[in-house]
T-cell receptor
């Protein structure tokens, strides 16, 4: 158990809809990163939040957005869902400010867009 | 693009040591080598990381060559539960607020056989 929890675990949405995924970080961790993992691929970095501000973003369109709250939990929002958005979405928490802390992952949310 | 190269698959007999190689010939002086594994459809699990010295913990050992251009993850006594995809990642150590994203390749699919 990593102490990182994601909800929901599974979700089915229709193309064009919007979805919100949630992540509770490990106690004391102030940095949350989100990744998208398509079937058979390694995770792809979406963005990262550090102390409630986005401080890094991968090659994802603006319809992928996020938030980090004062308790360091986080949300990933995806608008105008497309079929290719079907993937496992992973959240990782870590402690920013130190040189080499590892990131701990949640179990992910499996999103299916139909 | 991932900065590491790993064999796509490997087999290992249960109880034997599993040695997983990783090539990171373009690694920079301030980049650490991280290893994660992912058991089918679960979130990635942190295993170990190192900078230039060999490292050992309760899960594995990490051997980094002197020129730091390659490394080997060693699972000393592989069990069936070690069957997973193993990812080798290099990542710069950052100060507070720096982008700490992990860039993942396709990893090595390790099959531990009875």
């Amino acid at each position: 158990e990593t102490g990182v929890t994601q909800s929901p675990t599974h979700l089915i949405k229709t193309r064009g809809q919007q979805v919100t995924l949630r992540c509770s970080s490990q106690s004391g961790h102030n940095t949350v990163s989100w990744y998208q993992q398509a079937l058979g691929q390694g995770p792809q970095f979406i963005f990262q939040y550090y102390r409630e501000e986005e401080n890094g973003r991968g090659n994802f369109p603006p319809r992928f957005s996020g938030l980090q709250f004062p308790n360091y939990s986080s949300e990933l929002n995806v608008n105008a869902l497309e079929l290719d958005d079907s993937a496992l979405y992973l959240c990782a928490s870590s402690l920013g400010g130190l040189l080499n802390t590892e990131a701990f992952f949640g179990q992910g949310t499996r999103l299916t867009v139909v | 693009d991932a900065k590491t190269t790993q064999p796509p698959s490997m087999d290992c007999a249960e109880g034997r040591a599993a040695n997983l190689p990783c090539n990171h010939s373009t690694i920079s002086g301030n980049e650490y080598v991280y290893w994660y594994r992912q058991i089918h459809s679960q979130g990635p699990q942190y295993i170990i990381h190192g900078l230039k010295n060999n490292e050992t913990n309760e899960m594995a050992s990490l051997i980094i060559t002197e020129d730091r251009k390659s490394s080997t993850l060693i699972l000393p006594h592989a069990t069936l539960r070690d069957t997973a995809v193993y990812y080798c990642i290099v990542r710069v150590a950052g100060n507070a607020g720096n982008n700490r994203k992990l860039i993942w390749g396709l990893g090595t699919s390790l099959a531990v056989n009875p």
